[in-house]
Every structure is written in C-alpha cells, then in structure tokens.
C-alpha cells in the first residue's frame, strides 16, 4: 500500500459451486493490524461482511 503498509487476502472456494470466503487483512509497515474481516461471496457478489478486528 502507498503508506508501506499490507493487504493481505486469500478466497477459500465453498463445497458448492459460486460460493466462497474472501479472507482480507490490512497491516501497517509496523505490523499492527488495522483492518481483519471475511466476506461470504456467492453467485450473485456479497452476502455479508463479519469483522475481526477494526471495522465501520
């Protein structure tokens, strides 16, 4: 990121077919974590959006 900062983020495909979990995290060039959530895709995009650490 612009601020030598990280995303980091990896999909994990479900058993059934369009569906899936995107794991996201954001880190500092320090490595204190800003941001951590997964969002549950499916066919049609976003179902919803869990956070770990951080958040709106």
């Known amino acids: 990121m612009a601020d030598?900062?990280?995303r980091l983020q990896?999909?994990?495909p479900a058993n059934n077919p369009g569906y899936g979990?995107?794991?996201v995290q954001e880190i500092d060039?320090?490595?204190n974590v800003l941001w951590e959530?997964?969002?549950t895709m499916g066919p049609?995009?976003?179902i919803e959006t869990k956070w770990v650490h951080?958040?709106?």
């Open 4 to 6: 030598g900062g990280y």
């Open 21 to 23: 979990k995107l794991f």
């Open 10 to 12: 990896f999909f994990s």
């Open 29 to 31: 060039k320090n490595g």
């Open 44 to 46: 049609d995009g976003l």
């Open 54 to 56: 951080g958040g709106p």
């Open 37 to 39: 959530f997964k969002n």
